[in-house]
């Protein structure tokens, strides 16, 4: 575990209800860019797995939007994070929960920012829970 400070982080988001949304909610904000590459993802949570809201975020930046009307705006909220990098991602999904379970357990948590996945690259995930 690492401990991080993130700043404020400008995005687009597709909000949605839950992490079984998630596909679904990522291939719509993906549609919306000309081109995958160099950009920074990433999903955050506020609530629970099942229930709570889900949005697939991608940073704001000067590259070309195919259509903006169904993103919307947001902001990553900055602060201090407990860290924790997964390998290969794509081939070990169920690590995901399970390395969020972990921190949970590590810090005090603050329960006024979401959980967030940062998708590095197609196989690197960085974990992070929002510490008091």
Not at 100 to 120: A, C, G, N, W
Request: hydrophobic share 35%.
């Amino acid at each position: 575990m690492t401990l991080k400070t993130l700043p404020d982080i400008p995005v687009w988001s597709v909000p949605t209800t839950g992490v079984k949304n998630s596909g679904k909610a990522f291939a719509l904000l993906e549609s919306k860019l000309s081109s995958l590459s160099g950009r920074k993802f990433y999903g955050l949570l506020y609530g629970d797995t099942e229930s709570g809201i889900y949005r697939t975020c991608v940073e704001r930046g000067d590259y070309e939007m195919n259509d903006t009307k169904s993103l919307e705006p947001w902001s990553i909220p900055g602060g201090k994070y407990a860290t924790e990098k997964i390998i290969d991602w794509g081939n070990s999904i169920e690590m995901i929960g399970k390395t969020f379970e972990q921190l949970t357990h590590m810090v005090e948590i603050d329960k006024s920012r979401p959980q967030i996945e940062f998708y590095r690259s197609q196989k690197e995930l960085i974990v992070m829970v929002p510490v008091k």
